[in-house]
T-cell receptor
Framework: QKEVEQNSGPLSVPEGAIASLNCTYSDRGSQSFFWYRQYSGKSPELIMFIYSNGDKEDGRFTAQLNKASQYVSLLIRDSQPSDSATYLCAVLGVGFNKFYFGSGTKLNVKP | EAGVAQSPRYKIIEKRQSVAFWCNPISGHATLYWYQQILGQGPKLLIQFQNNGVVDDSQLPKDRFSAERLKGVDSTLKIQPAKLEDSAVYLC???????????????FGPGTRLTVL
């Protein structure tokens, strides 16, 4: 079983819509959760992190965490073509800052 | 603040040849990571250093891969001999935190794209 699982997509949404990206993880002891954006041919860049159950909002982005269900999601409101990228979910394992990355979900925002 | 530096940016080699990648993390960052990212997949951790000590190398193919961070600053990742399946982007990242910290943002370098023919 993979540590972090994501639907590979592609997820296609029209411009202005809400994009919903999902991630599940296997280590119940995980404490911190991250969403990275990766444009084609570029390195991952951090969008948001969350470590408390519930929602965390930052501009057009909202991260949602449900530790009981071992589930974390990212909502992108008012999606823009510039949001088209692969979104990687990462989980911080217990001890020594070991990160597990999912395989990523490719998002296409159509003008 | 300068970012994570990596070199070379691209490398093409024949199978069974050797190759080395270099990474200079952000100044003061104690933790350094090497990841392998195969096309269409997420980054896979190869090795993690805390200062100049290895804290995790469980996914490093030790028969052909080696890495060092001798002075706790920059690091080198070597592949010898390379195989076709080693074709990937090798990402270096650094973070400032220590064990047990709740949040440690990783900053990634631009990566080295390796093609093994």
């Amino acid at each position: 079983q993979k540590e972090v699982e994501q639907n590979s997509g592609p997820l296609s949404v029209p411009e202005g819509a809400i994009a919903s990206l999902n991630c599940t993880y296997s280590d119940r002891g995980s404490q911190s959760f991250f969403w990275y954006r990766q444009y084609s041919g570029k390195s991952p860049e951090l969008i948001m992190f969350i470590y408390s159950n519930g929602d965390k909002e930052d501009g057009r982005f909202t991260a949602q965490l449900n530790k009981a269900s071992q589930y974390v999601s990212l909502l992108i409101r008012d999606s823009q073509p510039s949001d088209s990228a692969t979104y990687l979910c990462a989980v911080l394992g217990v001890g020594f800052n070991k990160f597990y990355f999912g395989s990523g979900t490719k998002l296409n925002v159509k003008p | 603040e300068a970012g994570v530096a990596q070199s070379p940016r691209y490398k093409i080699i024949e199978k069974r040849q050797s190759v080395a990648f270099w990474c200079n993390p952000i100044s003061g960052h104690a933790t350094l990571y090497w990841y392998q990212q195969i096309l269409g997949q997420g980054p896979k951790l190869l090795i993690q250093f805390q200062n100049n000590g290895v804290v995790d190398d469980s996914q490093l193919p030790k028969d052909r891969f080696s890495a060092e961070r001798l002075k706790g600053v920059d690091s080198t990742l070597k592949i010898q001999p390379a195989k076709l399946e080693d074709s990937a982007v090798y990402l270096c990242a650094s973070s400032s935190g220590t064990s047990g910290a709740g949040y440690n943002e990783q900053f990634f370098g631009p990566g080295t794209r390796l093609t093994v023919l």
